[in-house]
């Protein structure tokens, strides 16, 4: 069985200020994995997406999130973080040949002003 | 591309009643498509998994008569409520995936909030 763990409900950072959303899985063989943002009363925004290659990803809005085998986790980060990104992050897995993904429980990431 | 379409994006009804919500894929064609239901702060529930001209696949706990699915098309899945009540409401979401999606890509459309009274 494949899972997620997002082991914060909330993240707060201060405009500007660096942010990292952390995220965990498990999963028999290589993973793919992907983060999604979703507004409030909105659906979920693909961000990005792990599949292989480089384990450094990078996706909409300025985010990336660095895929590292060992520790099994997919953080997704930003440099500098803005106002607008405050918003429910969800982090998701699946492997080749299962195409029905697991999320995990998601992220409130408030920046503030 | 690879934009899906919910209709409509929100709902009141009253308890008893049925409700239809439409997912379509409006630039591709959704050989797979995914009903997820969603409580407020709390992650996706996939509810069923829609093949085009198959029967849907529910998950467990999920009833297949209460909540009736068809993909009668390669662009358009039904996800209907039947006889709804208060602890139905909630916000449902669909998702679609392409016949040449090689990565597992889902594409979500922007939910549909039902409220039963």
């Known amino acids: 069985a494949q899972s997620v763990a997002q082991p914060e409900d909330q993240v707060n950072v201060a405009e500007g200020n660096p942010l990292t959303v952390k995220c965990t899985y498990s999963?028999?063989?290589?993973?793919?994995l992907f983060w999604y943002v979703q507004y409030p009363n909105r659906g979920l925004q693909f961000l990005l997406k792990y599949i292989t290659g480089d384990n450094l990803v990078k996706g909409s809005y300025g985010f990336e999130a660095e895929f590292n085998k060992s520790q099994t986790s997919f953080h997704l980060k930003k440099p500098s973080a803005l106002v607008s990104d405050s918003a429910l992050y969800f982090c998701a897995v699946t492997k080749k040949g299962s195409y029905i993904p697991t999320f995990g429980r998601g992220t409130s990431l408030i920046v503030h002003p | 591309g690879a934009v899906v379409s919910q209709h409509p994006s929100w709902v009141i009804c009253k308890s008893g009643t049925s409700v239809k919500i439409e997912c379509r894929s409006l630039?591709?064609?959704?050989?797979?498509m995914f009903w997820y239901r969603q409580f407020p702060k709390q992650s996706l529930m996939l509810m069923a998994t829609?093949?085009?001209?198959?029967?849907?696949?529910?998950e467990q706990g999920v009833e297949k008569d209460k909540f009736l699915i068809n993909h009668a098309s390669l662009t358009l899945s039904t996800l209907t409520v039947t006889s709804a009540h208060p602890e139905d409401s909630s916000f449902y979401i669909c998702?679609?995936?392409?016949?040449?999606?090689?990565?597992?890509?889902?594409?979500f459309g922007p939910g549909t909030r039902l409220t039963v009274l």
């Open positions: 998702s679609a995936r392409g016949r040449l999606e090689v990565h597992n890509e889902q594409f």
């Open positions: 630039d591709f064609q959704a050989t797979t």
């Open positions: 829609s093949n085009e001209g198959s029967k849907a696949t529910y």
């Open positions: 999963v028999s063989g290589n993973p793919y």
